[in-house]
């Protein structure tokens, strides 16, 4: 890597985590509870999320008791049925990884932290004839869309993201939600979530089915709402990948600038 990358990587890296990694981070939070560093945060479904901007000058000893602490923080709400704790790899964290499998904490595979500049993904993608891209609004539409997601990811189909979907655009919080489509038929979704306060708008929920994967469809529908970020004023584009995405999104002009992963514990 030469020295001109490593820089644009570290700025990158500071503005998520300058302006990422605060309430801007949860808008949907019913509660956020400041312990220490942490921001211990409840959502609607009995969720706890537990997230930082980083964990300060924190020592292995004094991790080892916020970690039970937070805990005992969420065990005290009869409404929360699991907690999610969500590390950076970057972050200065000494015995964070011991205490959270101590208490009960299971990890999810590590993803990567992408970072980019939204103008260097809106370019133009040829598409293969007869695939169309738009913005979808209508509840048939979500529906779909939300059945082609649970398909791909192979998990059941089910009425639960689609009902999320639909009361966040009666909310009006900025999501877009956008599909590539073949006569008719969502071969590929995605949504777009402007972070209100920030230069960012995050991509996320990318599916494609397995027939029309490798023809440069995503990354036609990551350039779609990359343009439509840079007309509501973002600039920064971020997601968090798995690695079947990253290469597609190193592709479209996003840079790992770090990992992340997920601890989950439940009642």
Known sequence: MTHDESSKIAGLLAAYDEQLRTDAETPSAIKVTQHGPLRLVTFMNGRGFVTYQNLGVANKDTIRRLV??????????????????????????????????????????????????????????????????????????????????????????????????????????????????????????????????TNFAGIWGGATREEWRGRGIYRALTAARARSALDIGKTLIHSDSTEYSRPILERSGLLKVSTTTPYHWRR
């Not at 923080?73 to 972050?91: C, F, L, M, P, S």
């Not at 007869?130 to 192979?154: C, I, K, P, W, Y």
């Open 68 to 197: 039970p602490e937070v805990l005992a923080y969420y065990r005290a709400d009869a409404e929360i049925n699991r907690v999610e704790w969500k590390t950076r790899g970057h972050d200065k964290a000494p015995g964070l990884h011991d205490a959270l499998l101590e208490n009960n904490f299971i990890p999810d595979e590590p993803e990567s932290i992408m970072v980019g500049e939204a103008a260097a993904l809106a370019v133009d993608v040829p598409l293969p004839e007869g695939v169309t891209l738009r913005r979808v609004t209508e509840e048939s539409d979500v529906r779909a869309m939300s059945t082609m997601q649970d398909e791909v990811f192979g998990d059941p189909v089910s009425n639960d993201m689609a009902n999320a979907l639909l009361r966040r655009l009666c909310a009006g919080d900025g999501m877009e939600l956008w599909v590539g489509e073949v006569e008719g038929q969502i071969v590929t979704a995605g949504r777009l979530e402007p972070v209100r306060g």
